[in-house]
């Protein structure tokens, strides 16, 4: 029986990566080369680290380790600026009315994200007081398809891994949630998320019963 609940933020709860795209699109060109909606579907669910290796793979531009970190800085300042203007209205649909089911029916609720500006997003969007647990980007080591951020969440939920339900939007996250030994539900087209237990376009009218397995 699922008893816990774990989301992804970016592509589950909101869209954030329009707000990666822009800051990474900005910083492409900046160094002299076009980056594509498309190529952006490389970096979903994927660490910041890892998303500048495949950009500038992209761009076929090699830096030391030193300018890498400058880059991803830098891009981190442009994306923190877009995000801080984000409010309520950013929410998925039907996102807010499954939490609510969610804590009305004592099912647990954490976040379990990469990005080390879940804080700030969840604060923004006011959603914070509906998880009982926050795994983000800052208290992780190892990027999904590592369980690492999945398992953490279960363990500050105190449950087992079999107990939690996880929704996802990322092949990587989708990979993570079934190394970590949980259920999936994938969100977004089925096409891409097939290895999920299901899957759903949107949370809009969602209810409970889609935790029965
Ligand atoms: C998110 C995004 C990724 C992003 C990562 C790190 O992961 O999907 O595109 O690169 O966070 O974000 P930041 O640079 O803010 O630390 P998730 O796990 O929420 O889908
Ligand atoms: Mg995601």
Known sequence: MIKGCIFDLDGVIVDTAKYHYLAWKRLA????????EKDNERLKGVSRMKS?????????????????????????????????????????DGVKAFLTELREKGIKISLGSVSKNAMTIL??????????????????ANAKPDPEVFLK???????????????EDAVAGIEAARRANMKVIGVGSPEILGDADKV???????????LNF
């Open 123 to 140: 604060k923004n969007i006011n959603l914070l007081p509906y998880f009982d647990a926050v795994i983000d980007g800052t208290k992780v």
């Open 52 to 92: 500048l290796e495949i950009l500038l793979e992209i761009g076929n531009k090699k830096f030391d380790e030193e300018t890498k970190l400058k880059l991803a800085e830098k891009k981190n300042g442009w994306y923190v600026e877009y995000i801080s203007k984000m409010d309520e209205s950013e929410i998925l």
């Open 200 to 210: 759903i376009d949107t949370f809009k009218g969602v209810t409970i019963d889609i």
């Open 153 to 167: 969440a279960a363990e500050e939920l105190k449950l087992k891994p079999e107990e939690c339900c996880v929704f």
């Open 29 to 36: 060109n900046e160094l002299g080369f076009e980056f594509t």
